[in-house]
């Protein structure tokens, strides 16, 4: 009796809009392009090919960002991003493609693969690959700014703290060092 309580609580709240758990990840003002892995649970492999692709079609850079469902940094950047949104989505419109990797911390780094085209790599071999000069250690959040090939625009922070100021945001955006 119980569960089917629950079950018909839950699939009321589903059609009447009542909000739940909010969920991880840039928000939709953004309209990102929504990565989940695929492979696990052995191997969390995300997929940049058709996002490279679209950004080749587009003419544009892709603005990657990684990020854990359970990670507190994550969701603080996340509520950054949704509170000036007015302020920043049209900026991020402009040049980028941005593409929401979501991974969780319980993923080891060796586990996590970033996929372009038939080359699947380890998270710190596709660092290395593409020139990232940071730690290889898999820290959240991460981005990268990338243009149509999977080349880096340039070198990023990563972590707690990164662009937690609209003139920082603005000024990753516009490839400022």
Known sequence: MGRIFLAACMALALLT???GEAVAGIPAAYQPIVIEPTGAPAKTEFDLTDALARARRENKSLYVYLG????????????FLDAHADE?????????LVVDLRSSLSRPSGQVFIKVGDKSLPY????????DERARLLVYPSVWLLDAQARPLMQMPSGAGTFSTVPEQLEILHLVQ
């Open 68 to 79: 854990a469902s359970d990670c507190r940094f994550c969701r603080k950047y996340e509520a």
């Open 124 to 131: 710190a071999e596709f660092q290395a690959s593409i020139g």
């Open 17 to 19: 809009g009542v909000p």
């Open 88 to 96: 920043l989505q049209a900026e991020f419109a402009a040049r980028y």
